[in-house]
């Protein structure tokens, strides 16, 4: 089975930070009012990082396309999926951009440094994750992803992953990934849709390419021969068939 490298680093560099003192590495926040547990909150201005890579890389690589947060460990059409962002003594209902996905406000609606960003669930015992980056442009089919739009979406993750934890940054830096760990990733590894599919196609102008979601060698968001502009599809056999 293999696993993106990504998420692999997040899982080894995570387990470590559990046993630190509460001021080293990524933590649970409990928020004012919220009862005792371990509340599904990050701090604004981490998500805020990945929203200012998001904002300065738009332009070239996703014309167009919107930033979100989709929730960890939920289930993408699970209803009654609340975000709040808690400043002080204020909440702001944040947009759901999806049954299990949530939109930052514009500039401007945040006040101070110490803001949150607070869901109306709890992670498991002992688990802290960040929220999946998902970059995607109008007017695509739900099964379809566009290139430039993973790559920006990783970028955007990476660089919040490297923000809040320091044994994540000295394990790339460790193992050579830093500078390129994006490149290296499948394309499958971000925003994939979660449904069944057993077909990857890219479609890049005239070229395209297709492979079974098992094939030991998918492409890599780094690979330069596909633009930013290439279409992957992800279809079933019998949608394949089709």
Not at 32 to 56: C, S, T
Not at 78 to 103: H, I, W, Y
């Amino acid at each position: 089975m293999r696993f993106p490298l990504l998420f692999v680093a997040l899982a080894v560099a995570l387990p470590l930070q559990a046993a630190e003192p509460a001021d080293a590495g990524p933590q649970v926040v409990h928020v004012k009012g919220v009862a005792p547990g371990q509340p599904m909150a990050w701090r604004y201005a981490l998500l805020h990082k990945a929203q200012a890579v998001f904002e300065q890389g738009s332009a070239a690589q996703a014309p167009g396309a919107r930033l979100s947060f989709r929730l960890p460990r939920i289930d993408p059409a699970q209803d009654g999926n609340l975000v709040e962002l808690v400043m002080d003594d204020k909440r702001l209902p944040l947009a759901m951009a999806t049954a299990a996905s949530f939109a930052l406000p514009g500039p401007g609606a945040v006040d101070g440094d110490d803001a949150m960003v607070v869901a109306n669930k709890d992670f498991p015992k002992g688990s802290y994750l960040h929220p999946n980056v998902q970059v995607r442009s109008p007017g695509l089919p739900a099964n379809v992803v566009r290139m430039g739009d993973l790559r920006l979406a990783c970028t955007a993750q990476v660089a919040m992953a490297k923000a809040e934890s320091l044994k994540f940054r000295l394990l790339l830096g460790t193992v050579g990934l830093f500078a390129d760990l994006c490149g290296e990733m499948e394309i499958t590894s971000m925003n994939a849709p979660t449904g069944r599919y057993d077909t990857i196609t890219i479609e890049d102008g005239e070229r395209t390419l297709t492979l079974a979601k098992s094939d030991d060698k998918l492409p890599r968001l780094g690979e330069k021969s596909w633009s930013d502009n290439a279409r992957i599809i992800y279809l079933s056999r019998e949608q394949a068939a089709q």
